[in-house]
């Protein structure tokens, strides 16, 4: 059982967080809030059926795919010991106590499988999480600290922001590793790149290198780079190094134009394919979770793929078997149809269970997808925290009263949600909005 260590240090956190975790479990207004954090996304059927099993004895089923592709189980009962306890058996908590704070640690979801990637970052990765989890000095780390590290891989979400974020690429024969600081690649050129031989060594030098330096109120990296310019961080950190960064010529990661989640895509492996589903707003139940766990054991290997767009991949299938797994999908409440509008919005959990919510977000994102013709990229918020996305997306509708939003269009030349177009709108104010916009362009 992997059970956390009972001589973790139990004084106050460093910088101490609000952030749900397995063994910190955060009141809300539908009840408590576990969030699940899966090494790379991933996680076996046992360990979802475990899931699954708790979500539905001692909370709500309700059971949510996080933009940081982790879980969350809502509406979590006062048997927290009961709950816990069963998820750490299967294997998804922490070596110790502290140390489930950061196990923040990204990868594309068709890590080491994408025919496109320069890199597997699986045994990197997994170095890294056991640095995270061994380390007592990380636990120091904020919980909202996050890593990325990027094989170079068609499927990516490269514009969630990180505090470190490494991307593969290929120079002169060579697989490398740029990296950037407080950003994402995106939108950043890489600041230089190390060999993947030294990828952890550098993980590591920048992670102890922030603590060296920060107060306890920089809980993220953009806020000790306020204050310490990033080529004197940048210097700092090639003194801890073994091999000097290699400097790059403003070199930037290609960003593939269509995230290829949702569907059926061909895997590195000739006639093995990954299927992509998206639960309906994030949103699944035990049964889905029981459902997913019995496909992927009958027809793929055993494993799930949760991902940053709040899907999940079902990888190795036969080439042949995609068609009935998608429809198995299907008929589990799954969208597996990219032109869906509804699998491409995203919704915080709005004021049905957020006192911060000003509208049903969930429920008004359902009505606007029966307003849409096409499928458009569209976040609707309850506040201005933006809970649902780590980015900023295309579309954002900001609740300002119930049923009623400030449409924003990202806007690379503005900060926050992007440029104002629309307030006070209702759902079908706003879809009309979209709609007549969508037919100017394609009239363009």
């Given at each position: 059982m992997n059970t956390p260590s009972s001589n973790t240090p139990s004084q106050t956190p460093v910088r101490p967080s609000g952030c749900p975790g397995l063994l910190r479990i955060v009141p809300a207004m539908d009840g408590g809030i576990c969030r699940v954090k899966l090494a790379g996304g991933s996680i076996t059927a046992s360990q979802a059926r475990a899931v699954a099993d708790v979500a539905m004895h001692y909370a709500s089923g309700v059971i949510e795919a996080t933009n940081r592709a982790n879980l969350q189980i809502r509406g979590v009962g006062s048997q927290h010991s009961a709950l816990i306890a069963p998820l750490l058996a299967a294997g998804l908590g922490p070596n110790t106590a502290a140390s489930d704070e950061v196990r923040n640690l990204m990868l594309s979801p068709s890590a080491g499988i994408d025919p496109a990637m320069a890199l597997d970052t699986w045994p990197l990765a997994q170095e890294v999480l056991a640095s995270l989890e061994t380390t007592p000095r990380l636990s120091e780390l904020s919980a909202k600290f996050a890593v990325q590290l990027d094989g170079g891989e068609a499927l990516?979400?490269?514009?969630?922001?990180?505090?470190?974020?490494?991307?593969?690429?290929?120079?002169?024969?060579?697989?490398?590793?740029?990296?950037?600081?407080?950003?994402?690649?995106?939108?950043?050129?890489?600041?230089a790149a190390v060999p993947v031989a030294q990828g952890h060594e550098l993980i590591m030098a920048v992670l102890n290198l922030f603590l060296d330096r920060a107060r306890p109120e920089h809980t993220r990296m953009r806020h000790l780079l306020k204050e310490v310019p990033v080529t004197q961080f940048v210097q700092q950190l090639a003194e801890r190094l073994s091999v000097a960064p290699v400097q790059l010529a403003a070199w930037r990661r290609h960003t593939p134009e269509t995230p290829l989640h949702i569907g059926t895509y061909p895997q590195r492996e000739t006639g093995r394919v990954y299927v992509g589903a998206v639960p309906p707003l994030?949103?699944?139940?035990?049964?889905?979770?029981?459902?997913?766990?019995?496909?992927?054991?009958?027809?793929?290997?055993?494993?799930?793929?949760?991902?940053?767009?709040?899907?999940?991949?079902?990888?190795?299938?036969?080439?042949?078997?995609?068609?009935?797994?998608?429809?198995?999908l299907i008929a589990l409440g799954l969208l597996c149809d990219v032109t869906d509008p509804l699998s491409h919005l995203v919704a915080c959990t709005g004021s049905s269970a957020c006192a911060k919510g000003l509208a049903d977000t969930k429920q008004d994102a359902r009505q606007l997808a029966?307003?849409?013709?096409?499928?458009?990229?569209?976040?609707?918020?309850?506040?201005?925290?933006?809970?649902?996305?780590?980015?900023?997306?295309?579309?954002?509708?900001?609740?300002?009263?119930?049923?009623?939003?400030?449409?924003?269009?990202?806007?690379?030349?503005?900060?926050?949600?992007?440029?104002?177009?629309?307030?006070?709108?209702?759902?079908?104010?706003?879809?009309?909005?979209?709609?007549?916009?969508?037919?100017?362009?394609?009239?363009?």
């Open positions: 990516a979400m490269l514009e969630h922001p990180h505090d470190l974020w490494l991307s593969a690429f290929e120079h002169e024969g060579q697989v490398l590793l740029g990296f950037g600081l407080a950003g994402c690649p995106a939108h950043d050129a890489a600041l994030g949103r699944l139940n035990a049964a889905m979770l029981n459902g997913l766990a019995q496909i992927a054991s009958d027809y793929g290997d055993g494993t799930l793929r949760f991902t940053p767009w709040q899907s999940v991949l079902l990888p190795h299938i036969r080439a042949e078997l995609a068609p009935e797994v998608t429809q198995q029966t307003l849409l013709s096409q499928p458009l990229n569209i976040h609707l918020s309850g506040c201005q925290r933006s809970c649902a996305a780590a980015h900023i997306a295309p579309v954002t509708l900001l609740a300002v009263a119930p049923g009623h939003y400030d449409l924003y269009l990202r806007a690379p030349e503005h900060a926050g949600f992007g440029v104002l177009r629309g307030c006070n709108l209702t759902i079908e104010a706003a879809g009309a909005w979209l709609e007549a916009r969508q037919r100017s362009n394609t009239d363009d």
